[in-house]
């Protein structure tokens, strides 16, 4: 009788009732499996997070329409097509030797600018994500 591919049970938050409010839907099978959503889309603070790209989209959005903004290269690409040539990758500054961790050794990368807090840190060659993956080691 219960088909568990079915979403039965539908709940939609709008902030307002606005025609621009942003709106969230949420399905599942069951009341429970819902009602788990709900919470972890509470503990999370999802609909902050939410509110936060809304706000921006329609900041962004304005600008277009009143200023004639035309959309631009995010700051990191164009940094990354200013560095130098990719067969002589930055190395880390004279004098410092990379560490090592059991996965080899680290890698020097730098970051920020344009506005941002610029950093520098020592990073673990394990893959992206991986769950014993070392922290960076943040160099002042
Ligand atoms: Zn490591």
């Known amino acids: 009788m219960s088909d568990v591919t079915r979403d039965d049970f539908v709940v939609s938050f709008k902030p307002h009732t606005g025609y621009d409010a942003p709106l969230l839907a949420m399905k599942d ?14 503990a999370t603070a999802l609909f902050a997070t939410i ?3 809304d706000k921006a989209f ?20 164009v940094q990354a097509q200013q ?13 410092m030797t990379a560490p090592t961790c059991p996965h ?12 941002k807090r610029e950093w520098k840190a ?10 014993d993956q070392c922290p960076p080691e943040w160099v002042k």
């Open 104 to 115: 080899g050794t680290k890698a020097w990368k730098t970051g920020g600018g344009n506005g």
């Open 29 to 42: 099978a069951t009341a429970a499996g819902l009602a788990d959503k709900v919470a972890a889309a509470e």
């Open 83 to 95: 560095a130098a040539p990719v067969s002589a990758p930055a190395g880390p500054p004279p004098g």
């Open 122 to 131: 020592w990073m673990c060659p394990a893959p992206k994500g991986a769950p």
């Open 51 to 53: 509110a936060n790209a």
């Open 58 to 77: 329609k900041a962004a959005y304005n600008l277009g329409v009143t200023l004639g903004a035309t959309p631009v290269q995010h700051p990191n690409t």
